[in-house]
Each structure stands twice: as structure tokens, then as C-alpha cells.
Nanobody
Framework: QVRLVESGGGSVQAGGSLRLSCAAS????????MAWFRQAPGKEREGVAN???????SYADSVKDRFTISKDNAKNTLYLQMNSLKPEDTAMYYC???????????????????WGQGTQVTVSS
């Protein structure tokens, strides 16, 4: 069973940057989708960015041109570089993994079988 562990969250002022990491306990082989989701208090979990094992990436409109998803296969690690942070980016951020490419197209959270514990990002104005 793959385990995902996020790190890198914290508190920053608006306009600042953070880089989140998600370390997988084992190498994930085959076709897969890995994603970053976030959930703010009182709101539904929403997809932020995802990346397929073939390198194809997708972003939510709210973070395009500010966030960059990447992966380091040698380190079994997924990253989310977040720049120009806004107060509305404040949320718990989760990484998730799913077999196949379908979940990367649907952003359907229930399709992701493996989740990390989350890391808090707080952006002050």
C-alpha cells in the first residue's frame, strides 16, 4: 500500500511563495494520476493541479500561472510550487494518487484511492 506524506505548508503574507512536497513510500509504476487538492473551512475539497505519469498537467483556473506541479520520479516525490499567494489560497492541501488517467480528467476526488494527511497553508493579507 502506497503512503503519501505532505510537507512544506506554513504561513506567508500575500504575494509570497511556498513549495509543498508529497513523498510516496514506494515508486508508483504504470499509468497514474497524482494531484493536489485543497479544502478551506466550510468549503468542499477542490482540485488544484494534477499530473499524469506521462507528464501531462492540468490546473484549476484559480491557480493557473501561479502554481506549478511537478514530480521527481527518482525521489518518488510530487511538488506544488505556489507563487503570488492570495488569502483565498488559505486551506489544507492534500496530495492524492489514483491508478489510470481518468481521475486527472474528471478531478473527481472520490476516484483517488490514496491520500496524504494534509498540510496547512495560511496566507495573510
Amino acid at each position: 500500500q502506497v503512503r503519501l506524506v505532505e510537507s512544506g505548508g506554513g504561513s506567508v503574507q500575500a504575494g509570497g511563495s511556498l513549495r509543498l512536497s508529497c513523498a510516496a513510500s514506494v515508486y508508483i509504476s504504470g499509468d497514474y494520476c497524482m494531484a493536489w487538492f485543497r479544502q478551506a473551512p466550510g468549503k468542499e475539497r477542490e482540485g488544484v493541479a494534477n499530473i499524469r505519469s506521462d507528464g501531462s498537467m492540468s490546473y484549476a483556473d484559480s491557480v493557473k500561472d501561479r502554481f506549478t506541479i511537478s514530480k521527481d520520479n527518482a525521489k518518488n516525490t510530487l511538488y506544488l510550487q505556489m507563487n503570488s499567494l492570495k488569502p483565498e489560497d488559505t486551506a489544507m492541501y492534500y496530495c492524492a494518487a489514483a491508478g489510470g488517467y481518468g481521475p486527472c480528467g474528471t478531478w473527481y476526488a472520490a476516484a483517488f484511492a490514496i491520500w496524504g494527511q494534509g498540510t496547512q497553508v495560511t496566507v495573510s493579507s
